[in-house]
């Protein structure tokens, strides 16, 4: 487990937790324009306007929807440890740049922070949160305490 790296991604979730101006936390996406409604879910066909384009920057502001991950991609936070993001079909993915490899989603969040399936999924899955922890600030602070809560259980090396 890289700790020092879930730290620094704790301080970006207190961070914009704190901002006004920041993202749309939302764990139910890696990211997303904020006007769809993600209880209508992608498959919406008036949320077609919204896929974002080959290329584009997405804002890290309220005008953009993520979950933790996504805002760690978006934010730059590990940009030197080759976080970034693709746009592949209208949707953001979260892509980790290793050597000559690309990975995407919960196969770059395993290798970023070397953590395996479970321990990834209970970091940063809606599916391990209460409905009410699952967007806002809240849900940001939510996400941070847990993941100081892992490195503080942690077994000493």
Same mark, same amino acid.
């Given at each position: 487990?890289?700790?020092? $790296? $879930?730290?620094? #991604?704790?301080e970006v979730l207190e961070a914009d937790a704190l901002n006004p101006e920041g =993202?749309?936390?939302? $764990? +139910?996406?890696?990211a997303a324009d904020a006007r769809i409604n993600l209880v209508n879910g992608y498959l919406d066909p008036t949320t077609k306007k919204y896929k974002y384009k080959d290329n584009e =920057? /997405?804002?890290v502001n309220c005008g953009t929807?993520?979950?933790?991950? +996504?805002?760690?991609?978006?934010s730059e936070a590990f940009k030197e440890e080759g976080l970034g993001y693709k746009i592949i079909g209208g949707t953001l993915r979260p892509m980790l740049?290793? #050597?000559d490899g690309e990975f995407f989603d919960w196969d770059? /969040?395993? $290798?970023?922070?070397?953590?395996?399936? #479970?321990?990834s999924q209970r970091l940063f899955s809606?599916?391990?949160?209460?409905?009410?922890?699952?967007q806002g600030a809240t849900g940001e602070l939510a996400v941070a305490a847990r993941i100081r809560q892992l490195i503080a259980n942690a077994p000493s090396t």
């Open positions: 487990m890289r700790a020092d $790296l $879930l730290l620094r #991604g704790a =993202i749309k936390f939302d $764990l +139910g996406t890696w =920057i /997405v804002p929807q993520a979950c933790a991950f +996504g805002l760690f991609a978006l740049k290793k #050597g770059a /969040v395993n $290798l970023l922070f070397d953590l395996d399936d #479970g321990q809606a599916a391990n949160y209460d409905q009410d922890q699952r």
